[in-house]
């Protein structure tokens, strides 16, 4: 992004807009509240994607309560709160887009798949493909940004209104590699050992939900457990806190490392004016995460 960013200067331009080289994934840039280019993470582009889909689709009328929306487990829960707050059903999949596709599949002909994606930049907004599309989200995003401007707004400007409706989190993903066979069992022994000993807490938070994807099982900080509706197993692991802090831990499938997908929350959001401040204090309680699961 950096050669687009320097063009974008150049024309004095609003948004940058990049893909990759299978046109599946797209990243985006665009102008904060200085003036200055302000990189967006899948996150807040899935997140920004999901809430116009339903204010365009309520402003027109066209949502008659059949629609649903669909993320993977490990992308932000802000947009579980936009879809609970205007009546429309999420789903959570598995990380790729064969999951969101095969919940299209199952509901074709009795519900309306209206938008679904990963916080890997990945979104799909039509059902006519079945996998993560940048082109049909590059033009969705461009739609966004001159409805923005028709209002007297930027992307920078929704994204905090989203936030401030919505709430504020901050996603960071932190990849530990381990090369190697002896890599791969040092993986292997670290979800055992998260298996048979789990954190009690993250960063001073206390855990209220222990989730396991491979027992398919649910057990809450009272000691019932419930099991997980997925179409299969998967080896991930999952933590929700009191806060709302939320941790989810993945070996990768392609390369030799475990990820850790964390998210946390802060109640104090407002307006825009907050967002620097809750961005600083958003690092340095994922600082604590690290370091109460011995990642530093």
């Known amino acids: 992004m950096t050669l687009g960013m320097k063009l974008g200067t150049r024309l004095n331009a609003d948004l940058v807009i990049a893909s990759d080289p299978d046109a599946d994934r797209l990243a985006i840039v665009c102008r904060n509240n200085k003036g200055e280019w302000e990189i967006l993470n899948g996150n807040q582009t899935c997140m920004m994607f999901c809430w116009y889909i339903i204010a365009n689709k309520k402003k027109l009328g066209q949502l008659k309560g059949n629609e649903f929306l669909v993320k993977t487990i490990v992308t932000t829960e ?8 205007n009546g429309v059903e999420l789903r959570d999949c598995y990380t790729g887009f064969k999951w969101i596709a095969n919940e299209i599949r199952i509901s074709e002909g009795k519900q309306k798949y209206i938008g679904g994606g990963e916080e890997s930049f990945g979104f799909l907004p039509f059902d006519k ?20 401007k028709d209002n007297g707004r930027t992307l920078y400007d929704l994204l905090m209104d989203i936030y401030a409706e919505y709430g504020f989190s901050r996603e960071v993903t932190i990849n530990v590699v381990r090369p190697g066979k002896t890599g791969a069992d040092e993986i292997k022994q670290m979800m055992t050992n998260f298996r048979e000993n789990p954190p009690q807490e993250l960063g001073g938070s206390k855990i209220c939900l222990w989730k396991d994807y491979q027992t398919l099982e649910a057990r809450k900080a009272d000691g019932t457990v419930e099991k997980l509706n997925m ?7 999952q933590w ?13 499938g392609t390369e030799p490392k475990i990820k850790f997908y964390t998210e946390v929350k802060d109640p104090t959001f407002k307006c825009a004016g907050c967002y620097e401040r809750c961005m600083k204090g958003a690092e340095e309680k994922i600082a604590a995460i690290k370091k109460s699961l011995n990642l530093d």
Do not use: H
């Open 129 to 148: 493909v079945r996998d993560k599309d940048s082109p049909a989200s590059i033009c969705l995003i461009c739609e966004i940004a001159a409805w923005a």
């Open 78 to 85: 802000v947009i579980a709160e936009i879809a609970k707050k």
């Open 231 to 237: 179409p299969a197993t998967s080896n991930v692991l």
């Open 240 to 252: 929700f806190c009191e806060d709302g802090t939320k941790v989810s831990v993945r070996p990768s």
